[in-house]
């Protein structure tokens, strides 16, 4: 605060004036802070809800403090769905992030690296389309076409459509991962004989880890939390992920089972974050292309 | 181990520029063998062409005995180093030596351990558990050319691959690259803007301008008997003194003085003299069958000096010893070595007959 021993003292007009600025800015500070406190608790409050809810006697909405209990996982073991749902979210997550991972990388390093006219203005239309295609407005041609070639109820049938709809963002964001590395290095395993695939495999891929990495995990996220696809072509429930599956815990009444919800949404959030540390523990999320040497 | 055929070899680009303009050149076997030229003359075409990495657009290509013009540049058995070494990143200095005997499906042991040899010889033994980012430019330089060495390849290209070098590093590499090419006598062509590194290291030299060669020779030849004005402006650290003169019977008249004339030149003929600076001696005093002019800018050279006469037909640039430099503003006179005059044609600047 240097500023108010430059002012001359006599000055009481100019003094005043740097006091109110003072306050002025002090109330701004606190109203800053005040504003921070409540939505962190706002957004607090359900993550506290998620954590503390499955260890309680009386599992409600409220968030009480907990009277630790484990009956709640007993009741989640007991149920025929639970569990299993959770092994078919994986199934689907990771095979929609495999699939999405090798079509959008070749997609994305062809792209990268073949010279089409229109190339750009291709990628910009696929991208744009991409929101319709597996967006809800496709729901019923989609099911349509899955029904008649009776493909309802097919695990693998879900897994390439929800590839179909990663595969635009997917293919955007690796092509500028494959940019980004430098052609000699491919024109050098070139002269020593590696073939596109070898090229791909030794050099590219590994070069671009990163970015696969990150689309990968983008994948999982965005399949463990579809309800819409899975619920509208999977009908046995022995086939259904965790998303939809959490829907039918709710007795005759229609009152949640919060024992059962609410150890289930616990072990649900628990892959993800899982997947989101290792990744961003060895690579780091970059949605930029970029190496580090 | 091969020769290296072009004939009328050629690549225009889609845009139309046309970088290689029908080229014929025999590389010998075992020769290091320097292209040389501006920027953007197309040696980079050229030796991407050679190695397959450009498809020619006319003319053939043969290394060894095999006609290799439409072959995959993995089939050429050509090894490359690249101005910017494309190491890989990922991989560690073994890794990335024994690269090529991977593609080879070299057993993993096998390949290590020659991997291990050939890096022992390049100095490169205490580094191979790093990657590329953790070397120095030098240490990266000789990793490459490990990597070209232990595919054991019939020829090996060499586009710049010193000048990510600074000046010191360069000149012993320098040596040090001319030394493993003699020792493992692979064909070896070599891309340079730097007329010295060509002059130092190669057995022959292509000058190039424009997508086409200007002159072939050793560097003896290059440098001592330019083939056209082009050439003779281009080689030499100090460059060629080029000035104009008419030919009279057995004299040859400039401005600065006259020189006698080679025979069988004919009469009344303008010509532009040749002579570098490197082969003209001074003096102080006046001599016949000399240039003469006013002492200009003296510039240290090292153990030499460079001295300008400035005379009525331009500056004439003179090469003294050192500690001989004259004062600046005196009169002084350039003697032309015997043979050392050269004549070029003024229409098409081509070295005429002497
Ligand atoms: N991919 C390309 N497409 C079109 N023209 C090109 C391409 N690569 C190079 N050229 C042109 O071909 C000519 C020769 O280029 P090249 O890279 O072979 O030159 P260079 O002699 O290697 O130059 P430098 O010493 O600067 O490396 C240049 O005019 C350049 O603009
Ligand atoms: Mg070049």
């Known amino acids: 605060m240097s500023e108010p021993q430059r002012v ?34 706002f957004f607090a409050l359900p993550l506290l809800w998620l954590v503390l809810t499955p260890f309680s006697r009386t599992p409600a909405y409220q968030i009480t403090a907990p009277s630790f209990t484990l009956h709640n996982f007993r009741v989640l073991l007991d149920n025929p769905f639970a569990l299993r749902s959770i092994g078919n979210s994986l199934i689907l997550a990771g095979g929609t992030a495999v699939l999405a991972v090798v079509f959008a990388g070749t997609a994305a390093y062809a792209l990268s690296r073949v010279r089409l006219p229109g190339r750009d203005a291709l990628l910009y239309a696929i991208l744009l389309l991409s929101s319709i295609v597996t967006g809800t407005a496709a729901m019923v041609p989609i099911f349509l076409m899955l029904f008649q070639l009776n493909m ?16 635009p963002s997917a293919m955007f964001i690796l092509k500028d991962f494959m940019d980004s590395v430098p052609k000699s290095y491919e024109e050098s395993a070139r002269v020593f004989g590696a073939s596109p695939l070898q090229i791909l495999r030794h050099v590219v891929a590994p070069v671009v880890r990163p970015g696969l990495a990150t689309i990968a995990v983008w994948a999982i996220v965005q399949v463990w939390g579809n309800f819409l696809l899975p619920y509208i072509l999977l009908h046995d429930q022995n086939k259904q992920p965790a998303a939809v599956i959490m829907y039918t815990f709710y007795d005759e009444g229609g009152t949640p089972n919060f024992a059962l919800i609410s150890t289930f949404s616990l072990l649900y959030s628990v892959p993800v974050v899982v997947a989101y540390l290792i990744v961003n523990r060895r690579y780091g999320f970059r949605f930029q292309g970029g190496i580090k040497g | 181990m091969a020769t290296i055929e072009l004939a009328a070899l050629e690549k225009t680009y889609p845009g139309g520029v046309r970088a290689v303009d029908g080229l014929s050149l025999t590389i010998g076997d075992g020769e290091f063998f320097a292209l040389l030229g501006p920027s953007g003359c197309g040696k980079t075409t050229l030796l991407r062409t050679i190695a397959g990495l ?38 560690t200095v073994l890794d990335n030596i024994a690269y090529p005997l991977r593609i080879k499906r070299v057993a993993r042991a096998a390949r290590h351990e020659k991997a291990r040899q050939t890096g022992d010889g390049l100095e490169l033994a205490e580094l191979m558990a790093r990657r590329p980012a953790e070397l120095s430019g030098g240490q990266q330089q000789r ?39 003699r020792e493992l006598g692979v064909t070896t062509i070599f891309v340079t803007h730097d007329q010295a590194e ?38 030499g650290s100090t460059p060629m003194n080029l000035l104009p003169a008419t030919v009279t019977d057995h004299r040859l008249l400039l401005a600065a003085g006259s020189l006698p004339a080679p025979s069988g030149l004919g009469a009344r003929r303008e010509v532009t003299v040749g002579i570098r600076p490197e082969y ?28 300008t006469l400035e005379t009525d037909g331009g500056p004439i640039g003179v090469v003294v010893p050192e500690e001989a430099e004259p004062a600046a503003g005196s009169t002084g006179w350039a003697v032309p070595r015997p043979g050392r005059v050269l004549l070029y044609d003024n229409e098409t600047g081509d070295l005429l007959p002497t």
């Open chain 1, 152 to 167: 309802i109820d097919n695990r693998l049938a879900l897994v390439l459509v929800l590839t179909g709809g990663l595969l």
């Open chain 2, 143 to 181: 990793v490459a050319l490990a990597r070209a060495v232990v595919a054991h390849p019939s020829a090996f290209l060499f586009d710049e691959p010193l000048s990510n070098l600074d000046a010191r590093l360069r000149l012993s590499a320098r040596t040090f690259l001319k030394r493993l090419q």
């Open chain 2, 54 to 91: 450009e498809e020619a657009t006319g003319g053939s290509l043969s290394i060894g005995e095999r006609e290799v013009t439409r072959l995959a540049p993995g089939q050429r058995d050509v090894a490359m180093v690249f101005q910017d070494y494309a190491l890989f990143p990922h991989m």
């Open chain 2, 198 to 235: 060509a002059l130092a290291m190669a057995d022959r030299i292509a000058v190039m301008e424009a997508g086409r060669i200007r002159q072939v020779g050793t560097p003896r030849e290059v440098f001592g008997r330019p083939a056209n004005t082009f050439v003779a402006n281009f080689i």
């Open chain 1, 8 to 41: 001359d003292p006599g000055n009481r007009a100019v003094r005043r004036i740097l006091g109110d600025a003072v306050v002025r800015h002090a109330l701004s500070r606190i109203g800053l802070y005040v504003f921070a406190g409540v939505m962190l608790v």
């Open chain 2, 280 to 307: 003209l001696d001074f003096s102080a005093t006046a001599v016949p069958d000399a240039l003469s002019g006013t002492v200009g800018i003296v510039e240290h050279l090292g153990t030499s000096s460079l001295v």
